[in-house]
């Protein structure tokens, strides 16, 4: 098993310009979740997905967007880049709200220029 | 207000010697469980060890044992015989109850270091 996976793993954007990060599982998680993590601060949720088709905002939601087409996957889009979104961006999924750990992926380095 | 507090931003421990790290948290909810993970410098969020607030015993996974205070709001981690591998950021996070959608709470984290 692959477990949950990232793509791309390091992009540069310049402001304005828009992208789609990818998240891929092969756990069968019922739950995935986009955080984006900046230096000297913990893991800030984003948007979450509680099952295939149905996303939620997070605590920092405004400027992503998110889709859950199929049950593996989750991408988090960027519509128009803004310096401010520069971070580290982590995807993780869980079984259900029963199961309590969270897996990771590897994690997206996003620098906007 | 802070939910999860982690006061170390960073120590120094003694290789093979024990090391606590710290983490204080703040809800209302019955219901709620403690993480901490990983994080070494290539970047991976590691699982460590899990807390849930029914538990009457403490948690422990190999060289990991979670230090639960229940009155006191903290949630420790305790590493046994330090290894230079344990050398990462560490955070804790808390799931709180249903109210909360069941999403994880960061703290900041503490850069530990292994000196060997």
């Known amino acids: 098993n692959a477990g949950v996976t990232q793509t791309p793993k390091f992009r540069v954007l310049k402001t304005g310009q828009s992208m789609t990060l990818l998240c891929a599982q092969d756990?069968?998680?019922?739950?995935m979740y986009w955080y984006r993590q900046d230096p000297g601060m913990g893991l800030r949720l984003i948007h979450y997905?509680?099952?295939?088709?149905?996303?939620a905002k997070g605590e920092v939601p405004d400027g992503y967007n998110v889709s859950r087409l199929k049950k593996q996957n989750f991408l988090l889009g960027l519509e128009s880049a803004a310096p401010s979104q520069t971070s580290v961006y982590f995807c993780?999924?869980?079984?259900?709200?029963?199961?309590?750990?969270?897996?990771f992926g590897p994690g997206t380095r996003l620098l906007v220029l | 207000a802070q939910k999860i507090t982690q006061t170390q931003p960073g120590m120094f421990v003694q290789e093979k010697e024990a090391v606590t790290l710290d983490c204080t948290y703040d809800?209302?909810?019955?219901?709620?469980?403690l993480f901490w993970y990983k994080q070494p410098s290539s970047g991976e969020m590691i699982f460590l060890i899990y807390?849930?607030?029914?538990d009457e015993q403490n948690a422990t996974e190999g060289r990991y044992s979670l230090n639960f205070q229940k009155a006191s709001k903290s949630a420790n981690l305790v590493i046994s015989a330090s290894q230079l591998g344990d050398s990462a950021m560490y955070f804790c996070?808390?799931?709180?109850?249903?109210?909360?959608?069941?999403?994880?709470?960061w703290g900041a984290g503490t850069k530990l270091i292994i000196k060997p």
């Open positions: 993780a999924s869980s079984y259900s709200r029963g199961q309590e750990t969270q897996y």
């Open positions: 756990m069968n998680h019922e739950y």
């Open positions: 997905s509680v099952g295939e088709g149905t996303t």
């Open positions: 809800t209302s909810d019955q219901s709620y469980g």
């Open positions: 807390q849930g607030s029914y």
């Open positions: 996070a808390m799931r709180e109850g249903k109210d909360s959608n069941y999403q994880l709470i």
